[in-house]
């Protein structure tokens, strides 16, 4: 199949909105950008699209997707039940990177859920990813547009990278402003769980529905055959192909160390901007420690660089585990494999 990356603008909107549509109405899938990453669309409701999707993304078929809206109204045919606090949420941080799962209806399709009794529901704010739904009229399933396993796709290219000759449509809508997937909050257990952190972060869903519980996933790996509250999370993330370890410290700390294994072969690190000009060895950066949000948006298209410049090793300088910088360093962890070292410590 050819795929065609096409760049979305004023002039040409509507021709490939439509183009877009057509190809969904049919079944077929389509990688459009939102505000988290770039997502890979189907209709939600089809089971042979959710099939396509699980199938480019080479993703196991029990890992659920997200269905994305663009008006509110549309909760009431997918869920069964749904509790005071997602309007009190939505009301605050819709359209945005918050994805809450809820009771499904009978009209969402097993092989969109994973089988589950729940879904996944996000109203994005990207003004491409609302216009694309809106004029699709039915519910768009998309999950990262990456091959499952991969650093998620944070531009067109990055999708272009892993989707070629799997899909007929990406539209290129520039680099995705937050950069790291949506926070997924459950509200169809007794009490709201968080299973994702993400740019919509505990603290600011603490402030408009009270104390939520965390799931241990976030920053633990599963023990050996421990149910993952989110399919999700039993599954490996985010990998580049070298060898990556979170090294948590003071910048002094880390740079020191840095120093220490500097003739390691292919060695890489992974700094803040504030600190990137004392690495005794090759860097990228990833933000600056002071701008959570700056961390976020460069985290995924780092570690896919490291991948081009065939580094083996990458020494990556821990986030911290509040606010927007928890999302961060749940990914990283994950690129990790859960490989954390302390440094500095007496
Ligand atoms: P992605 O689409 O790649 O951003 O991944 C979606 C994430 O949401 C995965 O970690 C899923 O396991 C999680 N998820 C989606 N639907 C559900 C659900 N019904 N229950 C629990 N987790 C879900
Ligand atoms: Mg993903």
Redesign the pocket.
């Known amino acids: 199949m050819k795929t065609s990356v096409i760049s979305i603008s004023e002039q040409n909107e509507q021709k490939l909105l439509s183009k877009a549509r057509k190809i969904m109405s049919r079944g077929g899938l389509v990688a459009f950008p939102t505000e988290t990453v770039y997502g890979l669309g189907g209709n939600a409701l089809k089971k042979k699209a959710a099939a396509k999707i699980y199938k480019a993304k080479g993703r196991p078929s029990d890992?659920?997707?997200?269905v994305h809206i663009a008006e509110i109204d549309e909760v009431y045919s997918l869920a069964s039940e749904i509790p005071d606090e997602f309007f009190k949420l939505a009301e605050n941080f819709w359209p945005g990177p918050l994805?809450m799962?809820l009771k499904k209806s009978s009209i969402v399709p097993d092989e969109t859920?994973g089988a589950?009794n729940?879904?996944?529901i996000r109203m994005p704010s990207h003004p491409i990813a609302r216009k694309l739904i809106s004029s699709c009229g039915f519910p768009i399933a998309a999950?990262?547009a990456n091959s499952s396993g991969k650093p998620s796709p944070t531009s067109a290219s990055h999708v272009f990278t892993d989707l070629n000759g799997k899909i007929p449509l990406i539209i290129d809508g520039g680099d995705c402003q937050i950069g790291i997937?949506s926070t997924?909050l459950?509200l169809a257990g007794d009490k709201p769980l968080l299973?994702?952190p993400g740019a919509i972060t505990k603290e600011m869903i603490e402030s408009v529905i009270g104390e939520i519980s965390v799931s241990e996933g976030i920053l633990s790996p599963l023990m050996e055959n421990e149910a993952p509250q989110?399919?999700?999370?039993k599954y490996k993330h985010y990998s580049p192909k070298a060898d990556v370890t979170v090294v948590e410290g003071s910048s002094a700390d880390f740079i020191a160390f840095l120093e220490e294994i500097k003739s390691e072969v292919g060695a890489y690190a992974l700094c803040y901007e504030e600190e990137a000009h004392l690495s005794p060895i090759p860097y990228l950066i990833f933000g600056k420690f002071s701008d959570e949000l700056s961390q976020a948006s460069a985290l995924f298209s780092a570690l896919r660089e490291f991948d081009e410049m065939e580094a083996l090793r990458v020494y990556a300088h821990s986030p911290k585990t509040s606010g927007i910088s928890l999302a961060v360093y749940n990914r990283l962890i994950r690129a990790a494999g859960f490989k954390v070292i302390k440094v500095g410590e007496k």
């Open positions: 890992n659920p997707l997200i994805t799962i859920t589950l729940t879904v996944a999950p990262s997937e997924v459950s299973l994702r989110s399919p999700g999370m």
